[in-house]
Nanobody, 126 residues
């Protein structure tokens, strides 16, 4: 049974930075698509960034140039470095795992993901 545990959320002023982590266990970490999603109050969950089995990454247009997704296969941990944060980045952030290999990045459609963490809250004030 895959388990994903996020950490690192918090409150920050606009322009600040936060780094999220997602500790994974229960499966062969390196061979899966991984992604970060977020959900703002009253809105649908949306994909933020994905990373493929080959380490290639892709991002939602709203975060390109500000967020960086990475992973450490030796630590079974996924990361999301968020810079130049904006109030519209506020939301619950989730990491997700798709139980299939993927190359060239990871899809940002939540229906394709099998396992989810419990989420970590990010609040950006203006």
């Amino acid at each position: 049974q895959a388990q994903l545990v996020e950490s690192g959320g918090g409150s920050v002023q606009a322009g600040g930075s936060l780094s999220l982590s997602c500790a994974a266990s229960g499966y062969t970490y390196s061979r899966n698509c991984m992604a970060w999603f977020r959900q703002a109050p009253g809105k649908e969950r949306e994909g933020v960034a994905g990373i493929g089995s080959d380490g290639r990454t892709n991002y939602a247009d709203s975060v390109k140039g500000r967020f960086t997704i990475s992973k450490d296969n030796t630590k079974n941990t996924l990361y999301l470095l968020m810079n130049s944060l904006k109030p519209e980045d506020t939301g619950m952030y989730y990491c997700a795992r798709r139980s299939s290999n993927c190359l060239g990045g990871a899809p940002l459609a939540q229906s394709l993901y099998n396992d989810w963490g419990q989420g970590t809250q990010v609040t950006v004030s203006s």
